[in-house]
């Protein structure tokens, strides 16, 4: 390049940062309204002790079952008398913490398998692959209820199950890439000059291979809350007086018959929400990301 | 053909047996000692001791282990701790309601799937294209055990003359009419689940097949559009419809799981999820096997269906 064309590049209008985003959001408009109720959710979860406006747990009697809108109960109270806004706020604590918490579980170990399984190959591989073949032979959330059942029946454990469940699937992805570009120039380059395989697992290969697998993490945190929800309603996740989505649309049920339909509304537009959230993201990643999983819908 | 599904299956044998002793490994690191629960009162040490060795848990975890699996593929699961009713008759037992929820679920999910879609790929960014499209983005997001709440609290609480009741089952040979009502709410909840997928598969593949070259062809010959859809698309688009909606019935347990609790249907999943807290080991590993066996069962079936269904893929590449 010549010198002389330096200042033409240096010339091109600045467009500021408000303009950039803005056309980042026009491109991206999935993006955005994902990424914004992420944090939104995120803020709620981390400050709920001080914005929400009651105390999830202690009971008033005198206050049981409002309506929504009633002595200022926005979402109104249970049977107990317990704020369902308040719950729905401290709700958001499990849900994004199980997201969070198991889909790293399932990453660290699935992605792990799959670059030692994909580089080294051998014995290994197929005993790896066996396993996790193993695991895929269960439907998601029968093996999810069935190692929550082994554990034990708590929060900590859904977490756990979740994440082991998750497991095959960047296994399975993590391989894959790996043999796409365990060939590739770059590493036999890297191998050449005597670089030694962990470095070049984690220096060359992984970071060429990121994407589809934050996609696969975005995807991933929608079902692990989905998947917390439904361990909850079945009992085996958070345990009460714990205020979680899925527990208290659980324990809304016996007063379905008296149509007080609010004490689950909360926590069911939360949930999915969350959801929707982490699905949205993940799409609009995906088809940012990855062109070639880029599904025509 | 017979080569691939024999390999098939011979591979599939160390899977199954991994799979066995998984199940095997779950169940026995539950919490609590079974005995104690059902013990009760009983304090002796000496009768605990006996039931313990009634129940066959004095032996070591690998004899118990192959115990169980000797007597398993000869199709003995062993009997319930609770009611000592033999695990493969209970879920024999409630198989029907399991099957019936599951095959009326799958048929409403994919028939809705198969019209809104192709209305959907036909008109393109039409209304009901964005409609179904949003409905679809939101269905994979919704729990599906709020949305039973939901049907239940409109249809059998708040619509006037309680369409339909909020639970319960009735057997078809008892009373043919009731056994359907009651079958409307759980299979729409259970459906809803599935819809989504299936609606995004079906417009996605439509849409694939209509860009192809001998559909123009079709078009261009002056075949009227009806022949064009049902005979060259409809056919060629559901193909990967088919391994989807394969996995589903495959899956159908899973599903059953929460909707039968929601709906009080007596059925395989809810037997599960009843057992769990009362540690009946037979049972819940029964049902476990159960439903990772038919899950393996109708992933192979797929697959073989698949490439008889697309002659373009042969069973040597399916086999490299």
């Given amino acids: 390049m010549s010198e002389a064309a330096l200042p033409v590049v240096l010339r091109v209008p600045r467009t500021g940062r408000a303009t950039t985003f803005r056309s980042f959001a026009r491109r991206n408009p999935r993006m955005i309204v994902g990424g914004i109720l992420i944090v939104v959710l995120l803020f709620i979860a981390l400050f709920a002790p001080v914005i929400a406006p009651f105390d999830p747990i202690q009971v008033r009697l005198a206050d049981s079952l409002l309506p929504p809108g009633v002595r200022g109960h926005l979402l109104g109270t249970d049977d107990l008398g317990r704020d369902v806004l308040s719950r729905v706020m401290w709700g958001a604590r499990i849900s994004l913490s199980v997201g969070v918490i198991s889909v790293s579980i399932g990453f660290l170990i699935g992605v792990s398998i799959g670059l030692i399984a994909g580089y080294v190959g051998g014995a290994f591989d197929l005993l790896a692959m066996r396993a996790i073949d193993a695991l895929l032979a269960f439907p998601f959330l029968v093996l999810a209820i069935a190692i929550t059942a082994a554990l034990g029946p708590e929060i900590r454990n859904a977490m756990i199950a979740i994440g082991i469940v998750a497991i095959p699937a960047y296994a399975r992805l993590t391989r894959g890439q790996v043999l796409a570009v365990r060939g590739r120039d770059f590493v036999v380059a890297a191998r050449t000059i005597g670089a030694s395989p962990l470095r070049i697992v984690l220096r060359h290969i992984f970071p060429n291979i990121t994407n589809p697998l934050v996609v696969q993490a975005t995807l991933g945190t929608a079902g692990a809350i989905l998947a917390e929800a439904a361990l909850s309603f079945l009992g085996l996740g958070a345990q009460a007086p714990t205020p979680s989505w899925g527990l208290d649309i659980n324990y809304s049920q016996r007063y379905l018959a008296n149509l007080k339909w609010w004490m689950s509304a909360g926590p069911g537009i939360a949930i999915f929400l969350a959801v929707f959230a982490f699905n949205f993201l993940g799409d609009a990643l995906r088809d940012a990301l990855d062109p070639r999983l880029r599904r025509s819908a | ?320």
């Fill in chain 2, 1 to 320: 053909m017979t080569i691939y599904i024999l390999r098939r299956l011979l591979l599939m044998i160390p899977v199954a047996l991994l799979v066995t002793v998984i199940i095997f490994v779950l169940i026995r690191m539950a919490p609590g000692d079974p005995v104690l629960t059902y013990a009760g009162e009983e304090k002796d040490p000496a009768t605990i001791e006996v039931i313990r060795k009634d129940l066959g848990l004095d032996q070591p975890l690998p004899v118990q282990y192959f115990a169980w699996l000797s007597h398993a593929v000869r199709g003995d699961l062993g009997r319930s701790f609770q009611t000592k009713q033999p695990v493969l008759q209970a879920i024999a037992e409630r198989l029907p309601v399991t099957l019936e929820l599951g095959l009326a679920a799958v048929t409403l999910s994919v028939s809705v799937a198969l019209v809104v879609g192709t209305i959907s790929a036909l008109n393109r960014n039409g209304i009901v294209d964005l409609v179904s499209t949003s409905v679809t983005l939101a269905g994979v997001s919704f729990p599906n055990f709020y949305l039973g709440l939901l049907l239940i609290l409109t249809f059998a609480y708040v619509v006037p003359g309680h369409i339909f009741p909020p639970g319960g089952f009735v057997p078809f040979t008892q009373d043919p009419g009731e056994n359907l009502r009651r079958l409307v709410l759980p299979a729409i909840t259970l459906a809803t689940a599935s819809l989504a997928v299936n609606l995004r598969q079906v417009r996605s593949s439509l849409l694939d097949v209509f860009g192809q070259e001998y559909i123009r062809t079709a078009r261009a010959k002056g075949l009227r559009e009806r022949v064009v859809i049902t005979r060259h698309s409809l056919k060629n688009a559901l193909i990967p419809v088919v391994t989807i909606v394969g996995i589903q019935i495959g899956a159908i347990i899973e599903g059953a799981i929460i909707t039968e609790t929601i709906f009080f249907l007596p059925g395989i999943g809810r037997l599960a999820v009843q057992a769990i807290p009362s540690q009946d080991y037979p049972v819940v590993q029964g049902v476990v096997l159960i439903s990772a066996l038919s899950f393996m069962v109708t992933t192979l079936l797929v697959d073989v269906l698949y490439a008889f269904l697309d002659p373009r893929i042969s069973f040597e590449t399916v086999r490299a």
